[in-house]
């Protein structure tokens, strides 16, 4: 089974793909008019069958002036895909991701959705585990 991991933001959407457990940063997309088309297209090329966007919300759960937008946005996926979309804990999703984001960048949204899809499939024990290296 391969999932798609989404960072959702405002201006743009960081993509991570699972491949035998493991979650790879993917091209991330502009949040834009064409991003539904665009999530489609990258949907149907990686064979996904199931979409783990992250939960905005903050360690203790609040919601943040993204959370509505984000809900709303998921969706209107799940419409638009057809595909099962699951809502993953995300918090400090960015700060993890901020230790690997290239020199001079201060946030790689694609690593942020790396790291979102990595920690569902480690939940869910979809890992590779030792017993296949």
């Known amino acids: 089974m391969r999932y798609l991991g ?6 743009r959407v960081g993509l991570a793909v699972s491949s035998e457990g493991i979650a790879f940063p993917h091209d ?3 949040n834009d008019g064409n991003l539904f088309a665009a999530l489609c297209d990258i949907i149907a090329k990686e ?7 992250g939960d905005t919300r903050s360690f203790g759960g609040s ?4 959370t509505k937008e984000a809900e709303a946005f998921i969706k209107k996926l799940k419409r638009e895909t057809g595909l099962p979309v699951t809502p993953a804990w995300e918090a400090g999703s960015s700060v993890e991701a901020s230790r690997y984001a290239p ?3 201060l946030k790689d949204d694609s690593a942020a959705a790396a790291i979102i899809l990595q920690r569902y499939l480690d939940t869910r024990g979809d890992a590779i585990h030792s017993s296949h290296v």
């Open 47 to 53: 064979k996904i069958s199931e979409v783990i966007v």
């Open 103 to 105: 020199e001079g960048r």
């Open 6 to 11: 989404i960072d959702y933001g405002a201006k």
């Open 28 to 30: 991330g997309v502009e």
């Open 63 to 66: 919601e943040n002036p993204i």
